[in-house]
């Protein structure tokens, strides 16, 4: 094991890396078919139903946007469609939708650039979130400096076959631009709901854009919500909501954060979950602890903790925190408290890698690597065992 040496992973509790090679460096999605991602998932065999079932190939497309585009091209409700889970949007990704009564025809004829619908089946049940047996990967890395290449590459390999891969939460759980979503969350769990709000609205990250760094750096000064208001980008719609709530109630945070949408709100407590877990996580490997076939709390009021040295690193982690079980009960916001559960410390994969020229760039390789990850497992964990490289020039 190796201690990460990078700010952001300090930040969001990647501590440590697992494997100790000195990582290839290089640099990811230079273009959008260098990251592909595509569903695994029991096929639907009904034949009948309301349900049409479909392939979602999307390139640079995120998600949410794409089927709210399905949606407006063929002037039916987005509650009519539905999926297993959100992918990537610099990507190539392919994923499984449904839709509710509308025809396969009509689904045939739709014409977006970077979307196509194809595999059409008539089903009974709606596609959920969740809904699949995982993810299959085919990433290219770019810009690799000529050298043991290969050797770094099989020997990452091999240590993450006996020692297993890290379950971490990945950077997009929390963001890159502004990681503050644990923060928010951790505010919210603590009942430091001002806090929490001004995490949010304020407090400026330097790789912003220059005109939310200096809205943000005013309200922070400040707290005049009205002028913030007419400062804040129209862009920034989720703050803007916030902020013409606190024009007229300048006290109610509670009330400001419910402007969020409730999904949005809850994803800022799993957030803190989440970074609790990375935590935990990061001192099993520092102690050297075996991580496969062993779970770690998602914290939640209900939760208790493991048995031995492991339940013992739980407890100093909650009070280096200055947190207990019992703050997930969120009295002010109730629609937020979490029970708690559990998550895999490790995932066992097969990964396989091929290393060629780099045709975009002369002189240096370009390494080709395939695996598979289940639901809710990242694929940036496994790559910086890879790269070790500065994830903010990913």
């Known amino acids: 094991m190796m201690q990460s040496w990078y700010e952001l992973d300090r930040i969001l509790g990647l501590e440590q890396f697992i494997t100790d090679t000195r990582g290839v460096g290089g640099k990811l999605r230079i273009l959008v078919e260098d990251f592909i991602v595509e569903e695994r998932f029991e096929p639907c065999e009904d034949g009948e139903g309301e349900y049409v079932h479909f392939i979602l190939e999307k390139y640079n497309w995120d998600t949410i946007r794409a089927i709210t585009q399905l949606s407006r091209v063929l002037r039916v409700s987005l509650k009519r469609f539905g999926y297993a889970g959100t992918k990537d949007k610099r990507a190539l990704t392919r994923q499984r939708v449904s839709a509710w009564r509308i025809d396969e025809e009509e689904l045939s004829k739709v014409s977006i650039p970077g979307l196509r619908l194809y595999g059409f089946t008539r089903c009974r049940e709606r596609v959920n979130l969740g809904d699949l047996l995982g993810n299959e990967f085919t990433i290219v890395i770019r ?92 862009r920034l719609h989720y703050e803007r909501n916030m902020l013409s709530h606190l024009s007229t109630r300048p006290r109610d945070f509670a009330g400001a954060l419910r402007r969020l949408p409730k999904k ?17 996580l990061s001192r099993l490997i520092e102690e050297g602890m075996e991580i496969r076939q062993r779970e770690i709390p998602l914290f939640g009021y209900s939760s208790e903790f493991s048995p031995g040295r492991q339940g013992e690193i739980e407890r100093e982690v909650l009070e280096e925190e200055g947190v207990a079980l019992e703050n997930f009960r969120i009295k002010p916001l109730p629609e937020l408290s979490m029970p708690g559960s559990k998550r895999s410390a490790a995932v ?47």
């Open 143 to 234: 810009r690799l400096k000529d050298g043991n290449i290969e050797e770094t590459v099989s020997e990452t390999t091999t240590q993450l076959r006996e020692r297993g891969v890290p379950n971490y939460f990945g950077y997009q759980r929390f963001g890159t631009v502004r990681p503050n979503t644990h923060l928010v969350g951790r505010a919210i769990v603590q009942g430091d709901l001002e806090e929490a709000v001004m995490l949010y609205l304020a407090r400026p990250y330097p790789g912003e854009r220059s005109d939310a760094y200096e809205a943000r750096r005013f309200l922070d000064e400040t707290r005049d919500y009205r002028r913030a208001l007419e400062l804040f980008p129209a």
């Open 264 to 280: 949005l709100r809850r994803m800022l407590v799993h957030a803190y979950q989440s970074y609790l877990f990375n935590r935990i």
């Open 348 to 394: 066992e994969t097969s990964i396989s890698h091929t290393l060629g020229e780099d045709e975009l760039n002369p002189g240096m390789k370009r390494l080709t690597v395939k695996f598979f990850l289940p639901p809710g497992s990242y694929a940036t964990s496994l790559l910086r065992e890879y790269m070790k490289a500065d994830p903010l020039d990913y």
